[in-house]
C-alpha cells in the first residue's frame, strides 16, 4: 500500500470512529429505557422479541389457529368505583390482539354471557360454549387513579394476575400460564390539572390493555409501553 492508500484507509477509519462516537454521544442524551432501545435499533435494527406466552408454551397465537375467550374480574371495592372495568379491558385487549391476527371470542358475546349470567361460572362450560381453546383470566386485585394522601396528583396504579387455561389438552381446564403483574401510569405521579380523571383514566386503560395484550403476541422493543 503507497502513501495515499495508506491516507485514504486512515481517513475511513476515522470517519467511521467518528460516526460511532456520535451515535453514542446520541444514545447517550436519551432517557429511561430508549437509551437501550435507540442502540439496539441503530446497529441490530428492530427485531420482534417473543411473547412471554410464547415462550412459556411455544404457541405462535397470531397464526390464527387457537381461539381465546378474555375474562377479567376484579374485587367488590374496585367495581363500586369503576363498574365498566371488567368489560372495558376485555374489549380493549381483545381489539388490540384481533389487530395481529389472534383469533378472539368477540367481546361483546362475552359481555352479554356476564350479563346473563352475573359472574363468570365455570371456565370449562365458558370455553365450551364459545369454542375457545384458551381462556385468559386477568384478575385485578387493586385499581386507583388517585396518589394516597395527595389531592392534586395522579397516577394510574394495578396490580393484577394473569392466568391462562388450556381447555382443550385434558378433560378439564389446566394452566399453562401465571404470573403477576404491577402497572404503574406514568412513572411518577404528575399534577391532576393537567388532564381530567376521564382523559387520564382513557390513557390509564390504553396502556394497561397494550401492556397485557402484548403478553400474547411478538412485538418489537420499541412498541413496549412504560
Not at 481517513?11 to 456520535?22: A, E
Not at 377479567?72 to 381489539?95: E, M, Y
Request: net charge neutral.
Amino acid at each position: 500500500m503507497d502513501g495515499n492508500e495508506q491516507l485514504s484507509a486512515s481517513g475511513v477509519t476515522r470517519r467511521r470512529l467518528l460516526l460511532l462516537g456520535m451515535s453514542g454521544l446520541a444514545v447517550s442524551v436519551l432517557p429511561g429505557c430508549s437509551l437501550f432501545v435507540m442502540a439496539g435499533k441503530m446497529f441490530f435494527g428492530d427485531p420482534k422479541q417473543k411473547c412471554q406466552f410464547r415462550r412459556s408454551t411455544g404457541v405462535d397465537l397470531t397464526k390464527g389457529e387457537k381461539k381465546l375467550l378474555i375474562a377479567c374480574t376484579a374485587p367488590h371495592g374496585v367495581l363500586n368505583k369503576f363498574p365498566a372495568i371488567q368489560i372495558d379491558l376485555v374489549d380493549r385487549i381483545s381489539h388490540l390482539l384481533k389487530t395481529r391476527g389472534v383469533k378472539v371470542v368477540n367481546s361483546d358475546d362475552v359481555a352479554t354471557w356476564l350479563d346473563d349470567n352475573g359472574h363468570w361460572g365455570d371456565f370449562g362450560e365458558l370455553s365450551a360454549r364459545f369454542k375457545a381453546d384458551y381462556v385468559v383470566h386477568v384478575q385485578i386485585t387493586t385499581f386507583e387513579v388517585d396518589v394516597p394522601n395527595s389531592s392534586n396528583l395522579q397516577q394510574g396504579r394495578m396490580s393484577c394476575r394473569v392466568e391462562i387455561l388450556d381447555c382443550k389438552k385434558t378433560g378439564s381446564p389446566s394452566g399453562v400460564f401465571d404470573n403477576t403483574y404491577d402497572m404503574s401510569y406514568p412513572k411518577f405521579p404528575i399534577q391532576n390539572e393537567n388532564k381530567s380523571e376521564r382523559i387520564f383514566l382513557e390513557s390509564f386503560m390504553k396502556n394497561v390493555s397494550t401492556s397485557l395484550a402484548q403478553l400474547l403476541y411478538d412485538h418489537r422493543a420499541s412498541e413496549v409501553v412504560s
